[in-house]
């Protein structure tokens, strides 16, 4: 049977590659370090493997913002600041000086839907200087680099493709390098809105809804893109198939504590910690879910997939918290770009 395309579909590097069991391939670099409480992973995937495991070749970063708490100031601050210092290290990868470069900025997504407006929000938020060097370029400070931002909208109100938006505002005004900001989607109800990656490989506009547009990468363009990206919407094939995850776990956690799901009733069920939680023998996910239980993971999506997709139920889902989320990743990622991109910000004479 073809399962390839029952996979769960995820545009975060680290998940591709654990979904493709591919961590022990020698050629990729996987290393994990932390800047304050901020966990950041980095993934290097070279050409000889990437069309392999169907990544673009290229360097990921992924930033786990989970650490923030809602509104603390010092943690986004703290959140920022580790952002910026990963797209300063993506833009050095690709030779690229902000000082001495011109930029343009595109924020992808519809402002008229919360969990997809997080790119024109940044677009909002971030410092454009572009006039500045046509009008008064004497005028301009040191530390000051020639940016411009765009928020292209989407073709279902434009009627204009993302790609031809950009690559005409490209040629028009003769930029360097790109930096796009976006909404993605990830296999893990727990990574959403909670993740930011940021990567030299480009991206497909529509890509966190299953919508790809024509990607905007340094292959289509001509000059370097670099993604930031957030997943901030999940399916209900996701959101059932990571529930019955969960549960396996759970009994085998209660199992191994000699303790029975069932053995008494609780009004407020306590937290319970499931990061390194093991899945049940075999046997005993018979028992839990019958043959179900016995699918592997591509064969349940498969049947999940059968079942909800046809009578409309697999609904994109976000969380309650949304707008608040949105607010707290647009403060962060436009802080964190305006850091990078101008030194007169990053070193706190603006801010």
Sequence with gaps: MELDKFRIRTDLAFEALDLEKAEGVPEIINDEFEHDKFIIKRTIIPESVGEKLGRKPGIYFCLDTTAIKTHDHDDLVKCEEALSLI????LKAENINPSR?????????NINVTPDALGPLVMDNVIVTRHMFILNPEEVSEGISEISAIAPGVMGTTGIETYDI??????KIEVDYVIV??????KAVSRVNKTIQVTNTGISPGSGVGNSRKELSKEMIGIPVIAIGVPTVVDAVTIAHDT???MLKYFNQKLNEKETPGQKLVFAPE?????????PEEKY????LGDFGLLIPEEKIQLLQEVLTPNGYNLMVTPKEIDIDIENL??????????????IVDNGIVS
């Design 87 to 90: 797209i300063k290290e993506v």
């Design 101 to 109: 470069q011109k930029g343009l900025l595109v924020g992808l997504g």
């Design 166 to 171: 950009t690559e005409a505002i490209i040629n």
């Design 181 to 186: 900001v976006d909404a993605l989607a990830a």
């Design 244 to 246: 019955i995850d969960l």
């Design 271 to 279: 937290k319970i910690d499931m990061t390194n939680a093991q899945q």
């Design 285 to 288: 996910t018979k028992e839990f």
């Design 330 to 343: 647009t403060r962060v990622i436009s802080g964190a770009i305006d850091r990078t991109l101008h030194t």
